[in-house]
């Protein structure tokens, strides 16, 4: 008889993804680890990719939960980049940046 295909959660296969990105080994060798195809973690990845495309990755085996946890994580993530963007000193005019001092004013006072 055959046997029914593993279904894995979109929590198991963010972590399997965050573990691929963190550990610097090939996807071969993460999934050896974690016991399943190298196909299934190339997959993943490349549907996480079309995510940022309109495309919800992962779909039919997450929990409301997860969807909800997903989009605060995006969330949170785009609001640090936003966050550090806003950190940069940004030029006040060109080939001049924007020093820590305050601006001195050299008006001249009116002569009577």
Not at 18 to 25: E, H, I, P, R, V
Not at 46 to 73: I, N, Q, V
Not at 79 to 108: A, C, F, M, Y
Request: charged share 30%.
């Amino acid at each position: 008889m055959g046997t029914t295909p593993r279904t894995y959660t979109a929590e198991f296969k963010c972590q399997a993804l965050d573990l691929l990105a963190s550990s610097g080994k090939t996807a071969s060798a993460v999934a050896k680890d974690l016991g399943f195809n190298s196909s299934n973690l190339t997959r993943w990845r490349r549907e996480a990719a079309e995510e940022g495309s309109g495309h919800k990755a992962f779909t039919g085996h997450g929990m409301p939960r997860d969807e909800e946890l997903d989009k605060l994580r995006r969330e949170n993530a785009d609001l640090r980049v936003t966050n550090e963007i806003l950190k940069k000193p940004w030029p006040s005019s060109p080939g001049r940046r924007i020093s820590n001092d305050l601006p001195v004013h050299r008006h001249q006072p009116a002569v009577p």
